[in-house]
C-alpha cells in the first residue's frame, strides 16, 4: 500500500511538473504574440501620427469639415454613402445647401477628392502597414468623440451610451472601409479609386456623428 501510495504522489508530481511547463509554455507564447502584436501597433501609430500631423492631412480633413458643413444633410447616411448618391442628394437640394451651385460643389468635391490622393501616395508605408493589420488596430488609433455635455443622472446616462454606441458602429464601419481600400490600393496602386472611396467614407462618418450629437442634445434636453 505504502510503495501504491509512494507511486501515486510520484505520478501526481510528474503531472504537476508537465502541467506547470505547458502553462509556461503557452505563458511564453502568449507573451511573443503580444510582443509582435504591439511593435506592429506601435508602427501602425507612428506612421499615423505622422500622416495626420503632415499639412497635406490637415488641409484634407479642413475641406471635408467645410464641404460636409455646406452640405447642410439632415437625412439617413445611407443616403450619401456613395459618391453617386451624395453628388445626387446635391443636386437635388442645391437650393437648401450653402454651394453657389452644382458646379460649385462638384469643383470642391474633386478638389477633396485630389488632396485626398496626395494624402495616400505621400504615405504609402501607412497603407501598406494597414493592409497587413486589423480593423481594431486601426480604430482604436482614432481619436476619442466625446459630446460637449457630460450625464449627471440615469437618464442621461442612457443618452450617452446610444451616442457612444453609433459612434463606435460608425467607426468600425470606417476602419473596415480604409483596411480594404488599403489592400486594394496595395495590389492595384489605384490612387484615384482609394481615394475616391476614403473621402466619400470620411464625409459619411462626419455626418453620422455630428447628427449623432444633435440626437444626443436633445435626448438630454427630454431628459431635464
Excluded: H
Excluded at 205 to 222: F, K, N, P, S
Aim: glycine share 6%; proline share 2%.
Amino acid at each position: 500500500m505504502k510503495k501504491i501510495s509512494m507511486l501515486l504522489i510520484g505520478l501526481f508530481l510528474m503531472v504537476s511538473c508537465s502541467s506547470d511547463q505547458d502553462e509556461t509554455t503557452i505563458t511564453d507564447a502568449n507573451a511573443s504574440k503580444n510582443s509582435s502584436q504591439t511593435k506592429a501597433l506601435s508602427k501602425l501609430e507612428s506612421l499615423y501620427n505622422t500622416m495626420v500631423s503632415s499639412q497635406d492631412y490637415i488641409d484634407y480633413d479642413d475641406a471635408i469639415e467645410s464641404f460636409v458643413a455646406k452640405m447642410k444633410f439632415s437625412g439617413s447616411s445611407s443616403q450619401i454613402d456613395t459618391e453617386a448618391k451624395m453628388l445626387n442628394w446635391i443636386s437635388t437640394n442645391i437650393g437648401s445647401t450653402g454651394f453657389t451651385s452644382y458646379i460649385d460643389a462638384e469643383n470642391e468635391w474633386n478638389s477633396i477628392k485630389a488632396q485626398r490622393e496626395t494624402v495616400i501616395l505621400n504615405n504609402k508605408p501607412f497603407f501598406a502597414e494597414l493592409s497587413i493589420s486589423t480593423r481594431q488596430d486601426f480604430v482604436i488609433l482614432l481619436p476619442e468623440i466625446e459630446p460637449g455635455v457630460q450625464p449627471t443622472n440615469a437618464c442621461m446616462d442612457e443618452c450617452r451610451a446610444t451616442f457612444d454606441a453609433i459612434v463606435d458602429a460608425a467607426q468600425d464601419d470606417f476602419g473596415d472601409s480604409l483596411q480594404l481600400g488599403a489592400n486594394d490600393f496595395g495590389m492595384s496602386g489605384d490612387g484615384q479609386t482609394f481615394s475616391r472611396l476614403m473621402a466619400i467614407e470620411k464625409i459619411t462618418l462626419t455626418v453620422t456623428v455630428e447628427m449623432a450629437a444633435g440626437e444626443y442634445a436633445d435626448c438630454l434636453i427630454g431628459c431635464l
